[in-house]
Structure formats: C-alpha cells, structure tokens
C-alpha cells in the first residue's frame, strides 16, 4: 500500500472510531510501529490528526457535538455492551440519577428487567423508556427542555437535582481529553452533571472508545472523580495512569 492510501486510510480509521492505538493501525495495515509512528508525525505536523502517545485521534470542533439523531445510530453495538454492563450493578430497589445522552438511553433499556427502582432524569427520552415499569418510581427534573435530544438543562434543574442523594450517577461524555478532563458542549448541561455527580455515592460514566481524545469546549470535571468508567476499548496510557492514580475502576464491555 502506497504511503499517501494508507494516509487516508489512518484518517478514515479515525473518523469512524475518534481514538485509535498504534497498535491497532500496525495490524490493520500490516506495517511495522515505526512505519505507523512516521505516518502519525506527517499527519500531525500537516495538523490533520493529533498525535497521543500510544495512538492518534482527530481534532474535531470544540464547538458543536455531533446531531443527535446521527449519534443514536453510531457504535449501537459497543453502546448496548456497556449498557448491559451498567445495568448488572445496579441492585433491585437502588435509586439513580441518570442523565442527558444516547449511552444512558441505553441504560435504560437495559434497566428494564430490574425491579423497584427509583430513577431522577433530566432526560425525556429516559423517562418514556422507563415509565413502562410500573414499579419504577420516575421523577423527571425541571427546567428548560433542548428540543433537539430531549434533555432537560438550566439552573432550576441543577437546583432539583441538588434536592435528591441517590445510590448512583450515571452520566455520559463528550470527549475525555488525555489530562483526564472531562469534556462536554453544552455549559447548562455541565452544570447538570456536575451536580449528579456531586449528589452521587458512586458515579458510573459510560462512553465508548470514540470520545477519548476528542474535543469539546465546557470542562465538567475530571476523570479522576468518577468511580467507574464503562467503556467498549482500553483507554489510552495517559487516561490509564490517571484513574490508576485517582483509583477509578476501569470496565472494559
């Protein structure tokens, strides 16, 4: 393979999974890690992909996320491994906050043969899910409805969520950038989050592979402060050393 294809090919690798290790693109390409390592230096001296150590992703926009009727249909396989992975520690009776995202609409889902549990959402989309229980206790937080994705955000709903202390906080993410930071689009809604996690005795994020490196503009938090991670692929050696060092347990579905 000529070296200006498999260029393009790493590129078209890394639009579909956002993070990509060098050992991943050595056995897809079939080259050897210094053949890989010399495509990543080209790539990111021309500012086409942002070089980590261990990998590569691309510098997307920190201003816009992805529709949100494209980001329901994207890793619908990995999103319903996690989901079911969520779902398998959360106990019968337990009460949750579960927030804006298609991940945690996942969850949902996956929530559905449990029994008894109490759930506060900012999500509309969470809360039609799960009011098919009849033994599910739903409470849906006030405030100003995002027409586009059903989630609720702003002040008053920050303020609701601050009246509850619920088992477990379960968020999703924009982007993890490779300080550990987490990273989102929307301030209103990071506000919301902040406060979940706040109100949480444990906090469960669950994302996929696609959102470690990427960008987005609102700083959440830190990686460091959640108890979980729920993710489809090892993280990157840098996100790696930090919930090591924050003890964070790392969940691969």
């Known amino acids: 393979m000529k070296q200006s294809q498999r260029h393009q090919n790493i590129l078209n690798l890394l639009n579909q999974h ?8 050595v056995a897809q ?20 992909i942002i070089r980590h150590h261990g990998g590569a992703s691309l510098p997307d926009s920190s201003t816009s996320n992805t529709a949100y009727s494209t980001r329901k249909v994207m890793q619908l396989a990995e ?4 989901a079911a992975q969520v779902a398998a520690r959360i ?8 927030d804006i995202g ?13 029994k008894d549990l109490r759930i506060v959402t900012n999500n509309l989309n969470v809360a039609m899910i799960l009011t098919e229980k009849d033994d599910f206790k739903v409470i849906i937080a006030g405030g100003e409805i995002r027409n586009r994705d059903g989630g609720i955000i702003g002040e008053a709903t920050r303020d609701f969520i601050g009246q509850f202390r ?20 929307d301030y209103h ?23 470690f490196g990427r ?17 489809d692929q090892q993280p990157p050696e840098e996100i790696q050393r930090i919930m090591q060092q924050g003890q964070v347990e790392c969940c691969i579905c």
């Not at 390409?29 to 021309?46: K, M, Y």
């Not at 809604?189 to 994020?205: C, D, K, N, T």
């Open 189 to 211: 809604e990071v506000r919301v989050a902040q406060s979940i996690i706040a109100h949480s005795r444990q906090v469960f994020l669950a994302t996929d592979h696609t959102k």
């Open 102 to 114: 298609t991940t945690t609409e996942a969850i949902a889902r996956a929530l559905l043969h449990h």
């Open 91 to 98: 106990p019968d009776g337990a009460s949750l906050f579960i």
């Open 18 to 25: 956002g993070f990509v290790s060098t050992e991943e693109m």
């Open 79 to 82: 999103k319903e491994r996690i």
């Open 166 to 185: 619920m088992d477990f906080g379960i968020i999703g993410i924009s982007g993890i950038d490779m300080t550990g930071a987490l990273l989102d689009f």
């Open 215 to 231: 960008n987005a503009m609102v700083n959440l938090g830190n990686i460091s402060q959640v108890d979980v991670l729920f993710t």
């Open 29 to 48: 390409f079939d080259v050897s890690p210094q053949t890989i390592r010399r495509d990543l230096n080209e790539l990111a001296e021309q500012k086409q």
